[in-house]
């Protein structure tokens, strides 16, 4: 009986979870385009990156006979005729986690122009032919209110001029539909159309276009009110002094009593005696040896 509902919960689950990645973004987001990445870095390598290690050998007729030359890509230095060469890799090179990135009108790539916006907004939408209709109105609501708030609003697909044409007519859209490859619109959002903000190329929020209006859109110019943080917890002790010099309180505690002569305990208000230690000092404990 218990497997039974355990199965039947399962199930429903797997049911609800695959409609819910349907209908909304992924729980998940591990693509380079995800929340709280820049996409500007993202296309860029570090500088300790590691670079291609090849070996190539060529094959060179040298005086009737075919010799192998290997060299790390230079031709080697060697009079003859070339007759053929290989490269094999020895170890790859990194790549940036985006290559294939770009954002393109008819006559230029505007890629780093949009990617420099403080505030943009970014309408992905892989093919409009296949675009939800009502995915669409709701971004026309949300476009309208980020344009109103002083947002740069842009649209990203693979579809043709007349499309966009078309598009932009139909909905009555107040932005331009830019060109960006189709495998790339997808990865970018899962959701067509998708839409997300940005800010220097720093991914802020992404949203299915059912879920638009979750989209923060703060007005331009609007300060932006942080959190204060809160104060670090300052943790008192136990200062211990025998004949005026500091000790641990392992020390203190193993002094045999017929060795001490006095004791002082400096408490609260008592700890004026040493202002130098109030602040982070709970308590101080004076003992005085016998001579």
Known sequence: MVTTVIALLGFIFSLWFGYHVLTHLPVWD??????GDNISQNMTLPENAQEEVAEWTWIINVNGKEKAYTTNGT????????????????VEADEPKIFDFSIESDEEDLTQAFLNEDNLVVVVAYNLNYSDVNGMKNIKKI???????????????ASGRDEKAKVKADYNFNFDFYICDEKVSKTIVRSNPGILTLTKGTVLDKEHYNDVNDLELKRVGEPVIMSQPKPKEVKKETLYFVNDSLVTKQYADNIQSDAIKQVNVFKDSTLTTHAQYKENVEAIVEITLKQ
């Open 30 to 35: 591990f693509r380079a385009y995800k929340v």
């Open 75 to 90: 031709y080697p230095n060697v009079n003859g005729e070339l007759v053929k060469y290989e490269k094999e890799i020895i």
């Open 143 to 157: 476009t309208d209110e980020a344009l109103q708030k002083g947002y740069k609003v842009i649209g990203l697909t």
